[in-house]
């Protein structure tokens, strides 16, 4: 599974970059995916809509066993 996230990522992360952040897998554990926001992400006050309506979304569309997608 961590292989679908990671890939999954790999489809978001060229969005993130174009506005200077990026994303990246912490941990997969169970149906929880953890991820840490970095570069202009990390502290943005948009951050958490971005986790929630954009990585969290592609990330379950991708990978339908996963649950939730968990900044750390």
Not at 33 to 40: F, I, S
């Amino acid at each position: 599974m961590r292989e679908k996230v990671e890939a999954a990522l790999a489809k978001i992360r060229p969005m993130l970059e174009k506005d200077g952040g990026s994303v990246e897998l912490i941990d997969v554990q169970g149906t929880q995916v953890k991820v840490r926001l970095t570069g202009a992400c990390h502290g943005c006050p948009m951050s958490q809509m971005t986790l929630k309506s954009g990585i969290e979304r592609i990330v379950k569309q991708e990978v339908p066993e996963v649950t939730e997608v968990i900044a750390v």
